[in-house]
C-alpha cells in the first residue's frame, strides 16, 4: 500500500518556467486531506527549493542536492560533502574554458564567477548576485554540498570535464546530463539514498514509496520504489526503468499515476476553478436575483411608456453582445415587437441614423456601463433623440449616466473570473425584461408571465441536480481534448448565441483558436476543416429548437469526417445517429429558459482545460497581453461623438471624388 508520494522538482512539478502550478498545490493539499504524505527529492539545493516546500505546504524532510542533504523544517539534518581541495583541476580545467561554476553550501547555492548564463539565471529567477571566486584558505577547507559544471556550449566540451571526473577518487561522485552539464557531489549521494534515509525516518518500507521523475538521476529511485513512475516528458532511459509512464507531462502525469496507483481520485478536484465554481453558483444567484430584478423592471416603464414603443435595437460589446445573440428572437416574440441586434461599433459608426426615431428603445447591455464602443452607441440613441436603456451593474457608469432609464442588475459579489455569472445575470434580465414588456403590452397575460417565470426557475433547481452528473464526463474530455488545435461551436437561432459564448470562454479560457457558426453555413464552410481529428466540435442541439433538423444532421455528418464532438442537448443519444459525448441539459417547453443553462456544460469544459494546461484566464493579461490589464484598451480608446449630419461619407470617401 503506498503511504509516501515523492518527486523529482524539475520537469516533473515544474517545467521550464519553473512555476509551481496553483493545481499541483491544491492537489498536495488533497493529498494531505486523503491522509497521503508528499515529498520532494530534488537536485537543487534546499535554498532553491524552499519556496516550493513552502508552496507545497510539505511538513515533513525533503531531499536536496541529489540525495546529499535530506532537510526538516529548514534545517539539514542528514548531509553528505566533499572537499573543495580536490576538485581544484577539474574547476579550473573548467573555467578556463568558459563553463559556468555553481555550488552549494548548507543548502546554498553560489555562483563562481560571472557569465552569461550567471546573468541569464540573475534576470529570470533573481538568483546567483555577488559571485565571487575562492581564496586560497577556502580552496584549501570549504566542504560543499555539490557543484555544478553547465557547458557555455553544448557542442560535447562537457567531455573534457567528465574525463576529469573519471579519475576523481572517493568520495567524489559525478553525474552527466548530456552535453549540458555535470553534477559532483558525494559519490554515496543519489536520490536513491536520500529517499531510502527518508523512508527510515519515517518508518516506511521502499515499496510504501511511489517516485516519480523524468531525469537521469531519478532512474535509480525509480526502479528500487514501490512504484517508479515516469512522467510523459521524461527522457527515454527513465521510462523504460518505470513501472509506470504517464500520458501526461510534468504535474499532470505525477496527478495521472497517483490518482491510478492510489485511488484518491484528487486530480479533478485539484482542477477546480473559476469558472466551475461560478457553474455551481447559478442555482443559487438565479434565487438570489429573480425577485429583486423583478421588483426592478416592474419600476422600469409604464404601460403608456410602452405603448410608443415601435421597434427595438440591442446593442453591446463581448459576452454582453453575446447575451442579446443568444436571446434577440425570444424578446422579439415575447413583445410582439422587431428586435435588432447590432454591435456597438457599427451602431454607433455605421447605422443610419435616420433609422433611430423616438419611438425607437435602444438597450445598451454591459456589466461594467465603461467602454468607449457602448459610449459612442449610447451618445448616438441619445442624440436621435431615442428611448434608451442601459442595462448594467454600475448606475454611474459610462452608460449609465447617459441613458433615460437605466436596470440595474443585482449582482451579488462572487470571486473574479470569466463571465459566467455576469453573462447568466444578463440573460436573466433581458428575458425578464421581455416577459414584463410583453405582458404590460398585451401581448400575454399575466397567467402566463407567471408560467414563464415558473419555467425560468426550474432552469435554476434541474441545473442544481444536473451539474454533478457531468463532472466527470466533461474532465475525461477536458483531459482528451486540452490539445487540439482548435474548437468549432455550431448551433442555431438561440443556440448559435450560446455556441458564440461558448467559443469566447473556450478561447479566454485555453488560447486555442475557436470559431462559431450556424447549423446551415458549418455545411458550407466550417466542415472543410482539413485537421478533422484535431478540431474539438461542439454542437448545441435543443431536440424542440425550430433548427435542430439541421443541427442533427450537421452531427452525423461530422460523425463521418471523424471530428471529435460533444453534443449539448435535452433530448437523448437517440436523437442523433454517431458517436459522441452527450451531455444532457434542463428543458422547458418554454425555449428561451433553455439558455439560462445549455451554455453551462461549456464553462465546465472550458474551465477544466484552462486548469489542466495551466493557463491564466486572459493569459492573465501579463506579457505580451499586458496592454489588457484592467480593460484599459477597451476604455482608452478613442471617443468619437455623434452628431447630426456625420451619417454621410460612411461608404465613400470625399476625397477620391
Known amino acids: ?11 516533473t512539478i515544474v517545467d521550464k518556467d519553473e512555476i509551481l502550478h496553483d493545481e499541483m498545490i491544491a492537489y498536495v493539499k488533497q493529498l494531505r486531506e486523503k491522509q497521503l504524505a508528499f515529498t520532494i527529492a530534488t537536485g537543487r539545493a534546499a535554498g532553491l527549493a524552499a519556496d516550493y516546500v513552502k508552496q507545497l505546504g510539505i511538513d515533513i524532510p525533503f531531499i536536496a542536492c541529489n540525495g546529499g542533504n535530506i532537510v526538516e523544517k529548514g534545517e539539514v539534518i542528514l548531509k553528505r560533502t566533499i572537499p573543495l ?17 555553481l555550488y552549494s553550501i548548507d543548502g546554498v547555492e553560489y555562483a563562481y564567477k560571472e557569465t552569461d548564463y550567471v546573468t541569464d539565471q540573475q534576470k529570470k529567477y533573481n538568483r546567483y548576485w555577488n559571485p565571487s571566486v575562492f581564496s586560497e584558505e577556502e580552496w584549501e577547507n570549504l566542504e560543499l554540498d555539490k557543484v555544478i559544471v553547465m557547458a557555455a556550449v553544448r557542442d560535447g566540451s562537457i567531455g ?31 536520490k536513491e539514498d536520500g529517499v531510502r534515509r527518508l523512508a527510515k525516518l519515517l518508518n516506511l518500507s521502499m515499496d510504501e514509496i511511489l517516485f516519480a521523475g523524468d531525469d ?4 535509480e529511485v525509480i526502479k528500487e520504489a514501490g512504484v517508479g513512475v515516469a512522467v ?5 532511459a527513465v521510462k523504460e526503468a518505470a513501472d509506470y509512464v504517464a500520458g501526461e507531462n510534468c504535474y499532470l502525469g505525477v496527478m495521472e499515476a497517483v490518482d491510478k496507483y492510489t485511488g484518491v481520485d ?5 482542477m477546480d476553478n473559476s469558472l466551475r465554481r461560478q457553474s455551481y453558483n447559478l442555482p443559487d444567484f438565479l434565487q438570489e436575483q429573480f425577485e429583486e430584478l423583478k421588483s426592478r423592471l416592474a419600476l422600469l416603464y409604464t404601460k403608456e411608456e410602452l405603448k410608443g414603443i415601435k421597434r427595438v435595437i440591442l446593442t453591446g460589446c463581448g459576452d454582453s453582445y453575446g447575451a442579446g445573440l443568444t436571446l434577440r428572437y425570444a424578446i422579439e416574440e415575447l413583445i410582439a415587437l422587431p428586435v435588432e441586434l447590432v454591435t456597438a461599433i457599427d451602431f454607433g459608426r455605421y447605422y443610419s441614423g435616420w433609422r433611430i426615431t ?12 465603461n467602454g468607449v464602443r457602448i459610449k459612442e452607441a449610447m451618445t448616438k440613441a441619445e442624440v436621435k433623440g431615442a428611448m434608451t436603456l442601459a442595462i448594467t451593474k454600475n448606475k454611474d457608469s459610462d452608460i449609465g449616466t447617459l441613458a433615460k432609464k437605466v436596470l440595474v442588475l443585482p449582482i451579488t459579489p462572487f470571486e473574479r473570473g470569466p463571465g459566467n455569472r455576469n453573462y447568466f445575470s444578463l440573460l436573466l434580465a433581458l428575458l425578464m425584461f421581455g416577459i414584463m414588456v410583453g405582458e404590460m403590452r398585451g401581448v400575454h397575460d399575466e397567467t402566463k408571465s407567471k408560467w414563464y417565470y415558473e419555467e425560468i426557475k426550474k432552469q435554476g433547481e434541474l441545473l442544481k441536480i444536473m451539474l454533478p452528473t457531468w463532472e466527470e464526463r466533461l474532465f475525461r474530455l477536458a483531459k482528451e481534448w486540452k490539445t487540439m488545435s482548435g474548437f468549432d461551436f455550431v448551433g442555431s437561432g438561440m443556440e ?4 458564440w459564448f461558448g467559443h469566447a470562454k473556450i478561447l479566454e479560457s485555453t488560447g486555442a483558436f475557436a470559431m462559431h457558426i450556424n447549423s446551415e453555413e458549418w455545411f458550407h464552410m466550417n466542415n472543410f476543416v482539413k485537421a478533422v481529428d484535431r478540431c474539438g466540435t461542439i454542437f448545441i442541439a435543443s431536440v424542440m429548437a425550430p433548427g435542430f433538423s439541421r443541427t442533427r444532421e450537421a452531427v452525423g455528418y461530422g460523425n463521418r469526417l471523424g471530428r471529435p464532438a460533444l453534443v449539448i442537448t435535452d433530448g437523448s443519444e437517440k436523437d442523433f445517429q454517431g458517436d459522441a459525448l452527450f451531455i444532457q441539459v434542463p428543458s422547458s417547453p418554454f425555449l428561451p429558459a433553455m439558455a439560462l443553462s445549455q451554455y453551462v456544460p461549456i464553462c465546465m469544459l472550458a474551465g477544466y482545460m484552462g486548469a489542466l494546461l495551466g493557463e491564466r484566464n486572459c493569459r492573465g493579461c501579463l506579457g505580451k497581453w499586458s496592454f489588457a490589464a484592467g480593460g484599459s484598451y477597451i476604455k482608452n480608446s478613442e471617443f468619437i461623438p455623434y452628431a447630426e449630419g456625420s451619417d454621410a461619407g460612411k461608404i465613400s470617401n470625399d476625397a477620391a471624388n
Open 1 to 11: 500500500m503506498i503511504k509516501l508520494i515523492v518527486t523529482d522538482v524539475d520537469g
Open 85 to 101: 581541495k580536490g576538485l581544484r583541476k577539474v574547476l579550473e580545467t573548467a573555467d578556463g574554458m568558459g563553463m559556468s561554476l
Open 160 to 190: 573534457i570535464i567528465e574525463a576529469l571526473c573519471k579519475e576523481l577518487p572517493p568520495p567524489f561522485g559525478y553525474k552527466r546530463y548530456a552535453d549540458k552539464s555535470i553534477d559532483i557531489l558525494n559519490c554515496k549521494s543519489t
Open 216 to 219: 537521469l538521476n531519478d532512474i
Open 232 to 236: 510523459g516528458n521524461a527522457q527515454k
Open 266 to 270: 484528487a486530480w479533478r478536484y485539484a
Open 358 to 369: 423616438k419611438d425607437t428603445l435602444v438597450i445598451v447591455n454591459s456589466i461594467s456601463g
Open 496 to 499: 448559435y448565441g450560446s455556441a
